[in-house]
Nanobody
Framework: QVQLVESGGGLVQPGGSLTLSCAASGFTFSEHYMMWYRQPPGKERELVASISTSPGIAGYAGFAEGRFTASRDNEKNMIYLQMNNLLPEDTAVYYC?????????WGQGTQVTVSS
């Protein structure tokens, strides 16, 4: 069974940092492109970052560039999203996603709230 499970969300003050994790199982992780998305309250889901297969080159949405770092560990079947200098507008549910046999596979999401 293909499964993605996010963790690491929580409440953080503006300017703070948080690292999200996504554990993958049920497929050959190293051969799949991985992505982070987020859905702010009342808004549509948007792409945050993508990570290629080895060597794991990451690309970022404009709002994430310079503040967020996406990475992957093919030994552990994990991807990560290190988020620094968080802003209130980063408040959202964060999801990891992959494509498996032409179907999108999503995790359940993890809530990130940036507030003082």
């Amino acid at each position: 069974q293909v499964q993605l499970v996010e963790s690491g969300g929580g409440l953080v003050q503006p300017g703070g940092s948080l690292t999200l994790s996504c554990a993958a199982s049920g497929f050959t992780f190293s051969e799949h492109y991985m992505m982070w998305y987020r859905q702010p309250p009342g808004k549509e889901r948007e792409l945050v970052a993508s990570i290629s297969t080895s060597p794991g080159i990451a690309g970022y949405a404009g709002f994430a560039e310079g503040r967020f770092t996406a990475s992957r560990d093919n030994e552990k079947n994990m991807i990560y999203l290190q988020m620094n200098n968080l802003l209130p507008e980063d408040t959202a549910v964060y999801y990891c996603k992959t494509n498996f046999r032409l179907a999108d596979v999503w995790g359940q999401g993890t809530q990130v709230t940036v507030s003082s």
